[in-house]
């Protein structure tokens, strides 16, 4: 049985980001997988513990640096992992869809496919989807319970808060994580030790066929969106900040 | 001239409030409006889709009477219909079910996607949206049609613009795929609307204590019609569940009043909630960073002024 779970190396959701003009930004930043991604992991190194002995490979598309996030997957505990490498940060999702397709299919045949649910950089929220589509497989996506038996996946999808929809799907299938669905472990120090001697298998994008020439989804820039100044504070008599809130939100703003 | 066809979506048959946002979108373009219906039985919405700007009603039928366990074959059915008709463009709410259902869509037919847009410009097709939560605004173009739109909630407003809707009835030709199946839908004990189509939401975070203590934010929120929310901090200490999360790793929001109480404003928090309309903040550290970027700051214990919020409100709500 082999899992493969497909992860993305994102910058930090504490960091700042500072377009630098164009499609630029500054990736000075800490760098990390994909929280979601972490979650289609863990619920991966959980089927193989669970007595299933199955592979679980981590995939990622992007540029040489994210080799430390697949090492991040290694020391979690994926068995190997492959990296097809791109030369910008930014590659569309149609295109990042055919590439993982590519590299998958040219690796082995999956038995199931985890991601997380989207990322939290370009937050396309569609992988799954396209992988779905592609390999011809059942998707879920923002899944919080996972079980398997006898090659039928059960799930429950959230899709509203506190509603769910429990999903019944044959194998293999893309299922797209969310928090909530586990607990990620964290790596020990002989666990990165152990990810040192793992393969990180590099698969050039060109080798993987020639995207089209232009992307169906191109990024034409980045601009920072700045948040809004100092507001008007008040303090005093809860009483009286709650009556000049509301007179505020009523005359002044008008959005009650 | 272009078509342009909106995803409606109905509940209990009245269309969404964010999908009549999805439609005054739609006419932002010259061209005409189609609305599709998966639901057949749906005719109580017509009048409303007419009001507010479709000039073709596209009521969709399949084989199976009833699709709604079945979402791969909604997003054929639909995939199909945007064949049919050559539609140019399909815009849905970038809301949980349409946001799903319009990745669906999009695979199949092997369309340009764009989820969460923030604004569209039809004629030079570009969209903007945003990458890494609110941090940056990104400009994307789609090359290839259709062109598959999923809106953020609440950034368009509705608009009345009364169109002919002629009726249209289209038998969808689908695959009876049975690999993936809703068995249930599974309701929870909380209730209350979902942040992430909220027009109103009042958050709380780590301050806020315990699970017990978000029963004051509940209790406001019921006053306000609001939606309860949490920042990852109150979700990470257990107090509130996952699904009521806002920021980056949880749900972006655009509400038209954002109340963030005991929310000292972390970055990947404001990532998910700085295209509120109005942000008001409620903390006791005038150090607090939220007090830096909000419209309207109250200092003070949130203990105090939640509850003397949830009063000052109730007696307007009992007239």
Known sequence: MKIYVCVKHVPDTAANIRPLGGTAFDETVKFIMNPYDEYALEQALRIRESGSGAEVIAVTVGKEVATSTLRTALAMGADRSILVKTDAYFTDSVETGRLLYRAISLDGFPD???TGRQSVDTEGMQIPYRLGVLFDMPVAVNVVTFSMVEGRVTVEREIEADVREVIEMTTPCVVGAAKGLNQPRCPTLPDMMKAKKKEIRVIPQADLGFPPPIPTVELLGLQAAPDRGRGTILEGDPEKMVRELLRLLREEAGVL | MARIGVLIEAKGGEVKKTTLGALAAARRDPGEVYALLPEPNAEACHGVLRQYGADRIVTIRTPEADISPFPDVQAAALAA???????????GVSGQAGRDLLARIASIAGAPLVLDCLDIDFPSGTVRKSHFSGKTTATLRLNGRPWILGIRPNIFPE???????????????VPTSKRLVIREVKQGSSGGPDVSEAEIIIS?????????NFR??????SVLGAAVGASRAAVDAGFASHALQVGQTGKTVSPRLYIACGISGSVQHFAGM???KVIVA?????????????DYGLLGDLFEVVPALTRALAPAQAK
């Open chain 2, 81 to 91: 219909a945007i064949d049919r008709f050559q539609l140019d463009a399909l815009l």
């Open chain 2, 274 to 276: 700085k295209t509120a």
């Open chain 2, 216 to 221: 004051i934010l509940k209790e406001c929120a």
């Open chain 2, 282 to 294: 409620v903390n006791n550290d005038l150090d607090a960073p939220i007090f830096q970027k909000c």
């Open chain 1, 112 to 114: 199931l496919i985890l």
């Open chain 2, 159 to 173: 608009k009345i613009d009364p169109r002919h809707g002629d009726i249209v009835l289209y038998e969808a030709p």
């Open chain 2, 204 to 212: 709380g975070g780590r301050a806020v204590g315990s699970a017990e």
